[in-house]
């Protein structure tokens, strides 16, 4: 058993990369949370969206495709699920009213937070697409072992925690530049809209 050359690896992380960056509805699901309530309550979102995608890439490496084919009614139902509960919380940013209490999510909001990044992921059939298209591109079938599947698992989890975490960031440096109550409340409505935007894009994926 022997690892993955160097040029198939790079050649992953950097096509895994930009569709990261490139956003979507995961990413706006991020940043509406990092603006919102701050980086850290980014956190479980990104850790769900994370466990979503792990779920699709082994089914892709797996060729566990045709299973997740064929359960495509059950991924229809977690999609609107997903996006029921994020539309919850777009309406509690846009209804809230500025100030520390409010920005501070409750503990017990972080599994849900969690799930519902989980089911953002689930829900969008172009994440299982998008494995099935670039493993066998990059990734000669010849290479794949267990060592293999290893090194391309943590390559995902990197590159998708650097990703949402530095998307994150950048939203939660922004909402520190506002202390106003004023800005606050725009900011709120901001992450509302944009977790509203994230929701209809997962319900208009097909």
């Given at each position: ?24 509805p ?75 209490e ?7 909001d ?16 172009k ?52 202390r ?27």
């Open positions: 058993m022997t690892a993955m050359d160097l040029f198939t690896l790079f050649a992953f992380t950097i096509a895994y990369l930009i569709a990261l960056i490139v956003p979507g995961g990413i706006a699901a991020v940043v509406a949370r990092a603006l919102g309530g701050g980086f850290k309550n980014a956190i479980p979102m990104t850790l769900g969206i994370l466990a979503g995608d792990l779920v699709y890439f082994f089914f892709a490496i797996f060729g566990l495709a045709a299973l997740a084919t064929y359960f495509a009614p059950i991924f229809v139902i977690i999609r609107w699920v997903g996006a029921a509960y994020l539309l919850y919380i777009a309406y509690q940013f846009w209804t809230a009213k500025p100030g520390s409010q920005m501070r999510p409750k503990k017990e972080a599994m849900k937070t969690f799930l519902a990044g989980f089911s953002l992921t689930m829900g969008n059939p994440t299982i697409i998008f494995y099935l298209a670039i493993l066998p591109t990059v990734v000669p079938l010849g290479q794949i072992n267990a060592l293999a599947i290893v090194e391309l698992t943590v390559l995902v989890i990197v590159c998708l925690l650097l990703v949402c975490s530095a998307y994150a960031a950048l939203a939660s440096a922004a909402r520190d530049m506002f106003s109550e004023k800005a606050l409340r725009r900011l709120n409505k901001t992450a509302g809209a944009m977790l509203a935007g994230a929701a209809t894009l997962v319900v208009l994926q097909h």
